[in-house]
């Protein structure tokens, strides 16, 4: 069956959706993925929607749904790239996806999720392994 | 028998010639369009005329044989409207062949009162309905470049520009209408991915008045701006623009407002970890020949 | 619903993958139209919202797709018709947060606000017929 790959570095998972997705695709990826997270125990999910030609409600939905997982499995997401267009529509929609982070692109967004993930760690006072290289 | 068009197809040497003089009297800019450019013109649209084939009825404008007339004539109008004639001279163009071809029915018809009320009715109305064909003509080509003005005011009005690495500026002038507000605004969301800014500031202090339709629109703007992973600020609110959207109840509280652009881009910069700080030596502007004292 | 009718085409929509060939094929019509990106986008989308509608919501039916032409307007048309079991009450359909299944229910209101002629029929237990158009 049809997959979304899923990179891992470090304590981060890179997820590249380049296909037009099918309900069920975007499902078995908030499957794959949630599962992933708490077998790895990442900290971070970055996913790239730059090559999504629309996002409709369903993707939306699956997005935003994919955040809030995470989060409970104390995780950050951000999502990246989204087109103009594709933000408009979704805008027009109706939809606004308060709940999700957004960065420009992939750079940013791994910028985000290392300033949030360091800070927590600050926090927690944390000295597990780094994910420095 | 002999019907006017048989007439106007055995004399149309000189009726060009009496057409001439009647088209030249009715325009008053004769810079626009030279003598020769117009004698080749009423002569191509006589010569269809005359070659309408047998079967094309004066009172039947509609039917197939006439369109090669029609669509000279309103390739003449459209190029009219565009070099500046008016409506009425436009019009007169045809016009003036009322004349001429009603003195040749005149002339074969003389003895016959009936006939010849009913020939110059028939001639009377297709050139009135060939009149008002040339002037639709003559509006959708004014249309089309009031359209062409229109799209390149457009262009014009959509200046985003780059204040510093990551930071974007679009200032809004005049008066926002919601075609324009669209445009503008998928402009600046290009113009961010594009420079890759992470903020982008809307400038209204030439915006004279906000209705609800542009206080949704950039509100919409805002939203999908950050669903792309950038902030919008929004600067130079005037006071009454404020008052009208407290009372028209659009909520921008989710919205980062500043009263300047300078307050916005500062507090872009420091978003974004810069800081602005004043040399304490420089005490603002130096004139380069005052420097030496 | 004004305008004449150009061409057309027909294509079924009996699963969710049907749904994405229903906006590759809109996406294609959109841009033979030379829809600019933006207009592109908003008709793809409602295409989905209507295409898993009829799927979800009607057991699956199909979508007629046709270039029309009102005067010097042109505009792509979408007919999403399905015998499933109707929509009782139209006008809460319509309303956001309204939803018969999954989704965040923003499917049949999203998309009229994502297109310019929205109509819709029912009969419970015969079918829903929904027809969309955007003008360029």
């Known amino acids: ?11 981060f998972l890179l997820v590249t959706i380049q296909v037009d997705m099918h309900d069920k695709l975007a499902l078995t990826l908030q499957d794959d993925l949630t599962a992933k997270i708490a077998d790895v125990g990442a900290k971070g999910v970055l996913i790239d929607i730059s090559s999504l030609e629309i996002v409709d409600s369903f993707i939306g939905r ?8 995470a989060r409970v499995l104390d995780a950050q997401t951000v999502v990246v790239g989204m087109q103009p ?14 709940g999700i982070r957004t960065a420009l692109n992939v750079e940013s967004g791994m910028e985000y999720l290392k300033e ?9 006072d944390y000295d597990g392994d780094s994910e420095q290289d | 028998m002999a019907n006017v068009l048989d007439v106007v ?3 149309q040497e000189s009726l060009l010639q009496e057409w001439l003089e009647g088209i030249k009297g ?10 020769r450019e117009l004698k080749s013109q009423a002569a191509e649209v006589l010569t269809m005329i005359c070659d309408a084939p047998g079967e094309a009825a004066l009172d039947n404008l509609n039917s197939p044989p006439w369109q090669p007339l029609k669509d000279l004539l309103a390739s003449l109008s459209t190029t009219r409207a565009v070099q500046g004639f008016t409506p009425s001279e436009t019009a007169m163009f045809i016009l003036s062949l009322k004349g001429p071809i009603f003195g040749l029915a005149l002339k074969l018809h003389k003895n016959d009162v009936d006939l010849l009320f009913s020939e110059i009715t028939a001639v009377d109305d297709f050139i009135d309905k060939l009149a008002l064909h040339t002037t639709d003509s003559y509006i959708h080509g004014r249309d089309q470049v009031i359209v062409r003005q229109q799209e390149e005011m457009l262009e014009l009005s959509t200046p985003v520009v780059t204040l510093w690495d990551g930071i974007v500026a679009l200032p809004l002038i005049g008066t926002l209408d919601s075609a324009r507000t669209q445009i503008v605004m998928e402009s600046l969301l290009q113009a961010i991915v594009q420079t890759n800014s992470r903020f982008a500031i809307i400038d209204i202090t030439g915006v004279p008045t906000v209705d609800t339709l542009v206080a949704q629109h950039l509100l919409k703007t805002i939203t999908a701006a950050r669903l792309m992973g950038a902030e919008c600020i929004i600067s130079g609110i005037r006071p009454q623009i404020a008052q009208t959207i407290v009372h028209l109840g659009i909520n921008l509280e989710d919205v980062i407002t500043k009263a300047k652009l300078s307050d916005a881009f500062r507090l872009a910069l420091e978003r974004s970890g810069r800081s602005v700080t004043r040399n304490s030596k420089s005490n603002g502007p130096v004139l380069s020949g005052a420097r030496e004292q | 619903m004004t305008g004449i009718v150009n061409k057309t085409e027909m294509l079924p929509i009996k699963d969710s993958s049907d749904v994405v060939f229903v906006r590759q094929r809109v996406r294609v019509w959109t841009t033979q139209l030379k829809f600019s990106l933006v207009e592109q986008t908003k008709v793809v989308t409602a295409a989905s919202e209507l295409g898993r509608n009829t799927l979800e919501h009607g057991g699956g039916g199909e979508l007629e797709i046709s270039e029309v032409v009102d005067g010097i307007r042109k505009g792509l048309r979408l007919k999403f018709s399905d015998k499933g079991p109707g929509i009782p009450d139209i006008k809460l359909a319509l309303s956001d947060g309204y939803t018969s299944k999954q989704g965040m229910g923003l499917g049949l209101g999203g998309s009229k606000r994502l297109m310019n002629e929205f109509e819709i029929e029912s009969t419970p237990g015969q079918g829903t017929t929904i027809t969309v158009t955007r003008w360029k």
């Open chain 1, 85 to 98: 267009a594709v933000a408009i529509t979704l805008v027009e929609l109706g939809m606004s996806l308060p």
């Open chain 2, 9 to 11: 197809r055995r004399n």
């Open chain 1, 62 to 69: 699956t997005l935003a749904n994919i955040a809030s997982m």
């Open chain 1, 1 to 11: 069956m049809e997959r979304i790959p899923i990179l891992r570095m470090g304590n």
């Open chain 1, 116 to 124: 949030t993930v360091i800070d927590y760690r600050n926090g927690e």
């Open chain 2, 26 to 35: 009715g325009i008053r800019r004769r810079d626009l369009i030279d003598d």
